[in-house]
Nanobody, 122 residues
Framework: QEQLVESGGGFVQAGGSLRLSCAASGRPFNSYAMGWFRQAPGKEREFVAAVSWSGDYTRYADSVKGRFTISRDNAKNTVYLQMNSLKPDDTAVYYC???????????????WGQGTQVTVSS
């Protein structure tokens, strides 16, 4: 069982930056690929970014490419999402997720955090 706790959400003006963190506990962190998803009000949850267990491979949704960067620190059991050039459309609850391989992490990860709110004002 993997437990995930997000932090770092908040309120920011358009064009600003935030960094989300997700601390993991349970099975060895470097066994898991990690991902970020988001859900805006009235919309379905969508994939944002994912990183392989080693950190060597990353994937991004087209809507965030060039603005968001996912990274991980296996020594700290933490994955990060650096979000730059934020837009009002990025407003959502952001969820950390984990699974044993990158492809499954992108499609339907087994483990989820509780979410952290990000609000971007225009």
């Amino acid at each position: 069982q993997e437990q995930l706790v997000e932090s770092g959400g908040g309120f920011v003006q358009a064009g600003g930056s935030l960094r989300l963190s997700c601390a993991a506990s349970g099975r060895p962190f470097n066994s898991y690929a990690m991902g970020w998803f988001r859900q805006a009000p009235g919309k379905e949850r969508e994939f944002v970014a994912a990183v392989s267990w080693s950190g060597d491979y990353t994937r991004y949704a087209d809507s965030v490419k060039g603005r968001f960067t996912i990274s991980r620190d296996n020594a700290k059991n933490t994955v990060y999402l650096q979000m730059n050039s934020l837009k009002p459309d990025d407003t959502a609850v952001y969820y950390c997720a984990a699974d044993l391989n990158l492809a499954t992490t992108i499609r339907s990860p087994d483990y989820w955090g509780q979410g952290t709110q990000v609000t971007v004002s225009s």
